[in-house]
């Protein structure tokens, strides 16, 4: 009889440990549909007022101003109107990284406010300590679709076991604003909008195999953090609104500034036929990943700021435009991941040390040279 009342509640032990299991994935199911509401909506809204906002301020400003430069002093015209000018090119990155930045961080700023986030984290750690991350990680991970630096401080809630690869993980897979809005930028010039959406998922999926491969022990984690989960709670307009004041201040005084010295360096260079000197030399190098010679400006531009690969657009896209689908998804890829930019690298290393900061940046490197490749290669073979 007891063998028999033994083996009973053994089964019953695998049906509840198999309903919980269920559970568990439809939980995560729930968790990443959820995600996806708070990261793809704000980006597929951004897209749309973009798309519509462009034609517009194309047809009725930067016309009109180029004409009043038709006549200024060549090296003048060229700064403001010319192929990397800051009329011409700087109004791609307020038209198509402002939307994001601001309507991520409304979304951000709500589910922060409501609790909802905290939800999230606790659904998702099991998941993600097969990765070496914790429940807590995500926090940063996915602060860092807004901005970068701010997910580097965020991180220092992370458990102390798991920073490292938190780090790593916001430095090659968390698209900013301005990351996302100059991508966005790019695929839609090229003709090509749908690409956006395989690009998001191969950057998350390569971050997490970055991550296993780079931290291979620290998926043996233990749960090391409480976090007490509350029912959700009426939202604070008060706190959005600081949300988004903050995400634009940060825009518009940081951002942008870097952004049109990266346009003023870069009209110089093309008028004394510096950057025809850079492409021959390093250019080759990006015939490796069936890349032009050209490829390499916006490359080394995105070292300095993620939203410099717009200057991809210059020409109104001509290079985009003579690109292949799988030349553009690289372009677009090895230029978002070949480095974080330089002030996300700053805070890693004022934050984390130099020793840390400095780790990241060569196995990023490395792991995004090796996967473009293995891109390249896969592409050639099946499609």
């Not at 951000?108 to 990680?137: H, Y």
């Not at 518009?252 to 110089?268: D, G, H, N, R, Y």
């Not at 850079?278 to 400006?297: D, M, T, W």
Request: glycine share 6%; net charge positive.
């Amino acid at each position: 009889m007891s063998a028999f009342v033994k083996t009973m509640i053994q089964s019953n032990k695998e049906e509840i440990n198999q309903e919980l299991s269920i559970l568990g994935v439809w939980s995560m199911f729930g968790c990443l549909l959820i995600i996806l509401v708070i990261y793809g909506l704000p980006v597929y809204g951004a897209y749309a007022i973009s798309t519509f906002v462009e034609p517009i301020i194309e047809t009725y400003f930067i016309q009109r101003v180029e004409g009043w430069f038709s006549q200024a002093p060549s090296l003048l015209a060229e700064i403001v109107i010319g192929p990397f000018g800051l009329l011409t090119l700087g109004t791609y990155s307020f038209v198509w990284a402002f939307p994001v930045v601001v309507l991520i961080s409304i979304s951000i700023g709500i589910t922060n406010d409501i609790g909802l986030k905290d939800q999230v984290t606790v659904a998702v750690d099991p998941w993600l300590r097969k990765i070496g991350l914790t429940g807590n990680d995500i926090i940063p991970v996915l602060t860092g679709y807004g901005c970068n630096v701010v997910a580097v401080y965020q991180s220092k809630g992370c458990s102390v076991c798991s920073r490292k690869q938190c780090l790593s993980m916001i430095s090659f897979s968390s698209a900013c604003s301005y990351q996302v809005g100059a991508a966005l930028s790019l695929f839609s010039v090229a003709g090509k909008p749908w690409m956006f959406f395989p690009y998001v998922i191969v950057l998350a999926v390569i971050g997490m195999i970055h991550t296993r491969v780079w931290y291979p022990n620290q998926h043996k984690l233990q749960s090391d953090y409480s976090i007490k989960t509350k029912s959700l709670r009426k939202v604070s307009p008060v706190a959005v609104l600081l949300a988004v004041h903050e995400a634009s201040k940060q825009f518009f005084f940081q951002a942008m500034p870097i952004f049109l010295v990266i346009c003023v360096v870069a009209s110089i260079f093309h008028s004394y036929k510096i950057l025809d000197i850079l492409s021959q030399k390093i250019g080759p190098i990006f015939a490796l990943f069936s890349l032009p010679q050209e490829a390499s400006l916006g490359i080394l531009f995105s070292i300095i700021r993620k939203d410099g690969i717009l200057l991809f657009n210059e020409g109104n896209g001509q290079l985009l435009l003579r690109l292949t689908e799988m030349e553009l998804f690289i372009l677009v890829y090895l230029a978002s991941t070949l480095s974080s930019c330089i002030v996300t690298l700053f805070a890693i290393w004022k934050d984390a040390g130099k020793s840390i900061a400095i780790q990241i940046a060569i196995k990023q490197a490395i792991t995004s040279l090796v996967s473009s490749l293995l891109l390249v290669v896969i592409w050639k073979v099946f499609f």
